[in-house]
DNA sequence: ATGAAAGCGCTAACAT
DNA sequence: ATGTTAGCGCTTTCAT
């Protein structure tokens, strides 16, 4: 059988509520009572059930995370920086994979309404365009991760500077002497997808190209994508001599197409991916990429929800993280003039 | 102000047992009642709240979930399998990483009890060699995860028949031609490195090797370790055709440095990996490996506890998964009698 | 410094 | 078929 606080109160000889002060550090106690109460509750291995304290609270010091899929490489470091900072301040996380399909969403909000979380880390699907019926009655915020829409609820947001990551590693293949650089996209319903396309964009004008040197292919953030791409554009003949990939991801397949057709990576073609997740640094050669801070997103996103829950602030708050680029092998090549262009 | 099963009741005009037994699909209540107090219960937007419910069920419907590090390439794959069951009986995962300390899991283990998980998942620390004084009061069930300890509370484990897995791969080394097999483990003191070991000797002998064919270099689950290893080997003139590695990552590790040195894979060196973690497939040649069962772990995993926590069944349980050995690129050798072998 | 008592929102006998 | 009532284990005024 459990010891409860009424247990230990017994056994001391004190009221519950003694011992419930005690237990919340409260410091209206003596040192002898208190001391008393602390022994007797080790002796007995009382642990206090926080569920019966959270029912009078009205806190459970647990947040929810909802995300895609904990298997896109994206996710591990970003959940791994929400539960670091989340265990910093006693709170755990219940997590919560959605496949990016809106009913599994709702669902999940559902249970974690139901479950009295304290707050939520969402990060919503593309399609996703309205908010929750459900929220409408709870007062648990939430702060978006990666998206930028608006409904109640919605208490604070971190996002990327796509826009900025992107714009430099294109200005850094053009820097190194790549003339012809294709846009291989994921997505391009999302506003990362669409901010990123924007700063390859920007970054093409700025220097010196002309509106129709920017060639976009959009497809999956896959690595197969990747490869389908440019065998796309070998088929037809497309010319260019570097990639700027919408993720690591995509840029990986486009390596293994490359490799397999004998052209050589940096010197033929030149690869910038997005992300660096894990692998980045592992493929040969290795890859030029735009580092996303995800441990940090992660890490950012249960700091502000502690600072909303702890000061009770209202308003809006949005952290914007940027970027870094990451210089490696897969664009390492020698600056030439008359820069090579694959048929 | 959030609405109460008292309000829901109030609105109907009948008692809050007949609300909660509605709430609960009980079947002793008229269709007309039904009909109406779920109406209401719609209309207001109510929500149970599931923490007064645990309160009294003792029951929370939360799993705790306790691994090393979500950014181990091979944790996502079986959290989510954990979760996909958990999610199918309507259950949630906490999700916690201990980073192998034994203090961060005592500690973990705490909280999980306090906040009366109703069971736990549980990949020990290789270091573990004791349970939780915390498990001797409660009676939380754990489903010990790849490693094989015994303590009050484990109700089940799952382990990898990781013997198997290293003994296939070693015979599949050996049938392609390989003489020279060195096996460069992750750390031996945990259950599957040595089983792994142990698979590898075997299949050595068993293949008319001798005793001292077998080279054994402990490290790390890094590619790091599998880049130095072979440094090492190269260094002092160790003779080897093919590397037995304890993980993918020691083999991409091992598999860069060769690469650097110009050595052909799999032509002068075959490389077998353990895992078939996401990358095995990306990189380059595309490694043959040992596929572990990770995401059917997580999933057996919570539908052994399913089954605990519904039958109340108390005799232990124990399920060993197949490996499987998937071959790709870096073993496919042309056979040939007199193998090569490198100084 | 300590305790009595009410109540958080729900479920589960037990009556009716 | 529906209601009454007594908790579940804790916190929190408000007295003393």
Known sequence: MKVTIKDIANLAGVSTATVSKIINNKDDISEVTRGKVKKIM??????PNVVARSLVTKKTNTIGLVIPDIRNPFFPELARGAEDRANEEGYNIIFCNTDDVLVKE??????????????????????????????????IPIILLDRDIEFAGVKGKITVNNFQG??????????????KIVFVSGSLLSKPGLDRCEGYKKALNDHGFANDDAIILEGEYKSEWGYQAVKYLMQNNKKFDALFCGDDLIAIGAMKLLKEEGIKIPNDVGIVGFDDIYL????????TTIRQPNYEMGYQAVGMLMGILKNKMTKNQEI??????????????IKSKGAKTLS
């Open 42 to 47: 080790k002796e007995n291995n009382y642990v």
């Open 106 to 139: 709702e669902k999940y909000v559902d249970m974690l309404i139901e479950k009295m979380v304290d707050g939520i880390i969402f990060t919503a699907s593309a399609k996703r365009t309205t908010g929750f019926t459900n929220l409408q009655n709870t007062s």
């Open 166 to 179: 992107a714009y430099n590693g294109v200005k850094h293949l053009i820097s190194v002497g790549y003339k």
């Open 280 to 287: 980045a640094s592992l493929v040969d050669p290795e890859l």
């Open 320 to 333: 914007v993280l940027d970027t870094s680029l990451i210089i490696r092998k897969s664009t390492s090549k």
